[in-house]
């Protein structure tokens, strides 16, 4: 990375970290409020709340008053496009479902992408007070204090999560795939947030995740977090990065093993 965009990348970094917090400051709020009025999207389990709306509404206010040339692809609000060169790809809230069940596992992502390519990633755990950042090159944080993916060197070792779709059909050849997994790892575990089981691969607190059906917006800043700790992440293939039909990160040295067990499904 040249200076420039070293010295750029800190300054989306920092953008990036304000907007995230002040948004996880109204989930938090909206948390102690008690049950939000949900409406369904897709399918009776794909949820929706005021809060996602109005989490990625502050996101992008603080995000565009900084850098109103930019662009924008929002999970709630769509895309729209910038001439900069910059575009911040941004989940307001990844674990709505368990926003609205008061179970403490969601986050705020917002990743800055240049010219295609994700260049810093923000995820922040609001019940947790836990911010997990990356700079493309510069390696991967929590509040500050660098992160290590695991050392994990064999499959059968691992602590391994996965996530769920909303969608009937897709959900019973993820169930089917889980039930398969399970039997070759230490245990399995499942979040219900994507972006958040990235960061907790680039923490160590977990040796792999895998998940078929996750878009741009769940993985574009836990993915880098992840990349940057030291974790392999790809799409199934050696080679091929992660994207919407499989996102995988894992200790490097179950990489080889993991794919061959879920890189077909």
């Known amino acids: 990375m040249s200076v420039a965009h070293a010295e750029g990348g800190a300054a989306l970094l920092r953008l990036a970290v304000t907007a995230a917090r002040r948004a996880g400051e109204l989930l938090l709020e909206g948390a102690a409020a008690g049950l939000p009025e949900v409406r369904t999207k897709s399918s009776v389990t794909d949820l929706v709340t005021a809060f996602d709306r109005r989490s990625e509404a502050l996101v992008v206010e603080v995000l565009t008053a900084a850098r109103p040339d930019d662009g924008i692809l929002g999970e709630e609000g769509g895309e729209r496009p910038g001439g900069s060169g910059v575009r911040w790809v941004i989940d307001p809230l990844d674990g709505t479902a368990n926003f609205v069940s008061g179970y403490p596992a969601f986050v705020v992502s917002v990743a800055a992408e240049r010219d295609g390519r994700t260049e810093v990633g923000v995820v922040h755990d609001p019940s947790r007070r836990e911010t997990f950042t990356a700079i493309r090159g510069r390696g991967a944080a929590r509040d500050g204090r660098p992160l290590t993916a695991s050392g994990a060197e064999r499959l059968e070792q691992a602590l391994v999560s996965t996530g769920f779709s909303s969608d009937p059909a897709a959900r019973a050849r993820q169930a089917a795939l889980a039930a398969r997994v399970v039997s070759h790892v230490r245990d399995i575990r499942s979040s219900g947030s994507a972006a958040l089981d990235l960061c907790w691969v680039a923490a160590g607190r977990l040796d792999a995740y895998?998940?078929?059906?996750?878009?741009?917006?769940?993985?574009?800043?836990?993915?880098?977090?992840?990349?940057?700790?030291?974790?392999?992440?790809?799409?199934?293939?050696?080679?091929?990065?992660?994207?919407?039909?499989?996102?995988?990160?894992?200790?490097?040295?179950?990489?080889?093993?993991?794919?061959?067990?879920?890189?077909?499904?």
């Open 210 to 265: 895998y998940e078929t059906g996750t878009r741009l917006w769940d993985r574009a800043a836990g993915a880098l977090i992840a990349e940057e700790a030291g974790a392999w992440v790809g799409g199934g293939a050696a080679g091929r990065p992660p994207g919407d039909a499989l996102t995988i990160a894992c200790a490097p040295k179950v990489a080889a093993e993991l794919r061959a067990l879920v890189g077909h499904a």
